[in-house]
């Protein structure tokens, strides 16, 4: 009976605990759960009350799931610093020990001015538990040594054992692969030579580029709207619109955020949640990729870090088919203007959105597959010959529409279509912090929704007048006028001005029954 009283009171996890609430919700009795883990029925119902917190808590990461006692830091700004700057290192694999921890955390407090912090071992073993890091040795690869046999050894281990057993249960309608890229959408031809290679961590080039993110499935039957990131939140050529091929945000540096992603997630999650699907969706371990929301209806499965220039399928000739559309618009356009003696004006934000979204949705869905296949994640199929023939048309018209504006511009010989295409493929997408970054995010962003055209690189276009309802039902006879004096329009051209014809005629439907003829007639 003496040691009964000196009996020691078990602690659990915040794991431990989930678990314990997972077991419940799995439509286990709460009798059989406590006998199972161990604890008594009033525990039980502390557990199942306080589930909010526990959850919270996971989600925000805000402690780590092996974390016993939910206690703040003393010192809660460095530690939220510290955790953002670890966050960053550990999503690239390098190694830290607790030394390193301990002088980056010296260095962040003297940014934040506090001069009497001690980055004490002990402090490192509380920051340790609070997160729930285990410090190991981790081998960082090196990715221009890709295909070595360490490199090999990795992705043919990938290929027989986590991505088998990660398709298991989905078929290739429901295996979706997202990544982003960065885009500089005002890019001349004359000057890709000064843009190739270019990171663009800031200055100038930075007002002039776009983060894209693109998502599509293993049958190539879905391809999901594109999020496009800016600078401004709110550029003047965006007024007033209210509809767009894409979704549109906006940050300091036109990057992929943790925010910005985790809400893309979500709203996915919601979509499949309504259409009562589970889909397993494919990503890379960026930076922005590393604190995800809690989801429903969406397993995601990291691909292998630095494998994925042979392992993602949108890294495999799917984004680069997107680039090439979308270059080929640009180069239309500019030869457009040339003919017409225009100058040679540059894109605003509007204008690459539409055209980036139309170039991705013009991705066909032989490409697609094909680029799946190649990343080795669905089976291998013969190629059509005549099909690899007709891919090849579309290139030689491309390279026609480059040769004659790299003539009338003056592009270096030594300056091909493919650089031209491939200019911005080392854009940074998602954000690298350095000290400065890690306190600036640590407090509010008092400018985040200011919005000059100029400083953000924004072009001033004239004021364009507004087209009615009218205009635009006129404009599509006009364009019906003249396919029916060219030869060889495809029924498919037909049928999508067709869909166009059938919207604007429902739409003015709409606004008679809505509205007066008088109202109606003032629009005009």
Same mark, same amino acid.
């Given at each position: 009976?003496?040691?009964?009283?000196?009996?020691?009171?078990?602690?659990?996890? /915040?794991?431990?605990?989930?678990?314990?609430?997972?077991?419940?919700?799995?439509?286990?009795?709460?009798? $059989?759960?406590?006998?199972?883990?161990?604890?008594?029925?009033?525990?039980? *119902? +502390?557990?199942?009350?306080?589930?909010?917190?526990?959850?919270?808590?996971?989600?925000?990461?805000?402690?780590?799931?092996?974390?016993?006692?939910?206690?703040?830091?003393? #010192?809660?700004?460095?530690?939220?610093?510290? !955790?953002?700057?670890?966050?960053?290192?550990? =999503?690239?694999?390098?190694?830290?020990?607790?030394?390193?921890?301990?002088?980056? =955390?010296?260095? /962040?407090?003297?940014?934040?001015?506090?001069? %009497?912090?001690?980055?004490?071992?002990?402090?490192?073993?509380?920051?340790? $538990?609070?997160?729930?890091?285990?410090?190991?040795?981790?081998?960082?690869?090196?990715?221009?040594?890709?295909?070595?046999?360490?490199?090999?050894?990795?992705?043919?281990?990938?290929?027989?054992?986590?991505?088998?057993?990660?398709?298991?249960?989905?078929?290739? $309608?429901?295996? !979706?692969?997202?990544?982003?890229?960065?885009?500089?959408?005002?890019?001349?031809?004359?000057?890709?030579?000064?843009?190739?290679?270019?990171?663009?961590?800031?200055?100038?080039?930075?007002?002039?580029?776009?983060?894209?993110?693109?998502?599509?499935? =293993?049958?190539?039957?879905?391809?999901?709207?594109?999020?496009?990131?800016?600078?401004?939140?709110?550029?003047?050529?965006?007024?007033?619109?209210?509809?767009?091929?894409?979704?549109?945000?906006?940050?300091?540096?036109?990057?992929?955020?943790?925010?910005?992603?985790?809400?893309?997630?979500?709203?996915?999650?919601?979509?499949?949640?309504?259409?009562?699907?589970?889909?397993?969706?494919?990503?890379?371990?960026?930076?922005?990729? %590393?604190?995800?929301?809690?989801?429903?209806?969406?397993?995601?499965? #990291? /691909?292998?870090?630095?494998? +994925?220039?042979?392992?993602?399928?949108?890294?495999?000739?799917?984004?680069?088919?997107?680039?090439?559309? #979308?270059?080929? #618009?640009?180069?239309?356009?500019?030869?457009? &203007?040339?003919?017409?003696?225009?100058?040679?004006?540059?894109?605003?934000?509007?204008?690459?959105?539409?055209?980036?979204?139309?170039?991705?949705? *013009?991705?066909?869905?032989?490409?697609?597959?094909?680029?799946?296949?190649?990343?080795?994640?669905?089976?291998?199929? /013969?190629?059509?010959?005549?099909?690899?023939?007709?891919?090849?048309?579309?290139?030689? =018209?491309?390279?026609?529409?480059?040769?004659?504006?790299?003539?009338?511009?003056?592009?270096? %010989?030594?300056?091909?279509?493919? @650089?031209?295409?491939?200019? @911005?493929?080392?854009?940074?997408?998602?954000?690298?912090?350095?000290?400065?970054?890690?306190?600036?995010?640590?407090?509010?962003?008092?400018?985040?929704?200011?919005?000059?055209?100029?400083?953000?690189?924004?072009?001033?276009?004239?004021?364009?007048?507004?087209?009615?309802?009218? @205009?635009?039902?006129?404009?599509?006879?006009?364009?019906?006028?003249?396919?029916?004096?060219?030869?060889?329009?495809?029924?498919?051209?037909?049928?999508?001005?067709?869909?166009?014809?059938?919207?604007?005629?429902? &739409?003015?439907?709409?606004?008679?029954? @809505?509205?007066?003829?008088? $109202?109606?007639?003032?629009?005009?």
């Amino acid at each position: 009976m003496a040691n009964k009283g000196n009996k020691k009171r078990r602690q659990f996890s /915040l794991e431990e605990k989930m678990k314990v609430v997972e077991a419940v919700d799995s439509g286990k009795r709460k009798g $059989d759960v406590a006998k199972e883990f161990g604890i008594t029925p009033s525990t039980l *119902s +502390t557990f199942l009350k306080d589930r909010t917190k526990f959850e919270e808590k996971v989600r925000e990461a805000s402690v780590g799931p092996q974390r016993k006692r939910m206690r703040n830091a003393l #010192y809660d700004d460095i530690d939220k610093a510290v !955790f953002a700057w670890f966050q960053e290192i550990h =999503a690239k694999n390098i190694l830290v020990t607790g030394s390193v921890i301990r002088k980056k =955390a010296l260095n /962040l407090a003297n940014m934040l001015g506090y001069d %009497n912090f001690q980055a004490s071992v002990g402090w490192l073993n509380r920051f340790r $538990d609070r997160h729930g890091i285990a410090l190991k040795a981790v081998c960082r690869e090196d990715s221009d040594r890709l295909m070595n046999g360490l490199g090999i050894d990795k992705v043919n281990e990938w290929h027989a054992g986590e991505i088998i057993k990660l398709i298991a249960d989905y078929s290739p $309608d429901d295996i !979706f692969n997202a990544d982003e890229t960065g885009v500089f959408f005002q890019l001349l031809p004359q000057h890709t030579l000064a843009a190739k290679g270019d990171h663009c961590r800031g200055g100038k080039k930075a007002k002039q580029r776009l983060t894209a993110l693109f998502c599509c499935n =293993a049958s190539g039957t879905e391809k999901m709207r594109p999020l496009i990131v800016g600078r401004s939140p709110n550029p003047h050529c965006l007024e007033n619109v209210h509809s767009l091929p894409c979704d549109y945000r906006a940050n300091q540096w036109a990057w992929m955020t943790q925010d910005l992603f985790n809400e893309w997630l979500m709203q996915v999650d919601a979509r499949m949640k309504q259409a009562e699907r589970r889909i397993l969706l494919l990503i890379d371990n960026c930076s922005a990729h %590393n604190m995800l929301p809690r989801l429903e209806r969406i397993q995601v499965g #990291y /691909l292998p870090s630095n494998c +994925t220039a042979v392992l993602q399928p949108l890294n495999l000739g799917i984004i680069h088919t997107m680039k090439v559309r #979308y270059r080929s #618009y640009l180069l239309t356009q500019i030869l457009l &203007k040339l003919h017409s003696g225009e100058d040679q004006g540059k894109v605003d934000i509007r204008q690459a959105i539409d055209m980036i979204a139309a170039a991705w949705w *013009s991705v066909k869905q032989s490409t697609v597959v094909r680029c799946w296949q190649k990343a080795g994640i669905i089976p291998m199929e /013969l190629t059509d010959s005549d099909t690899e023939a007709a891919a090849s048309e579309p290139e030689v =018209a491309i390279e026609k529409l480059w040769h004659s504006v790299a003539l009338a511009t003056r592009v270096p %010989n030594e300056i091909h279509f493919q @650089d031209f295409v491939t200019a @911005d493929d080392d854009l940074i997408i998602a954000q690298e912090l350095i000290d400065t970054e890690v306190i600036q995010g640590m407090e509010d962003a008092e400018n985040r929704d200011e919005a000059g055209s100029e400083e953000d690189g924004e072009v001033s276009l004239p004021m364009q007048p507004k087209i009615t309802i009218t @205009d635009a039902i006129s404009n599509v006879q006009k364009l019906r006028q003249f396919l029916s004096t060219c030869v060889g329009v495809p029924d498919t051209v037909f049928g999508q001005l067709n869909g166009i014809d059938e919207y604007l005629m429902r &739409k003015v439907t709409q606004t008679l029954v @809505d509205s007066k003829i008088t $109202d109606l007639l003032q629009t005009k």
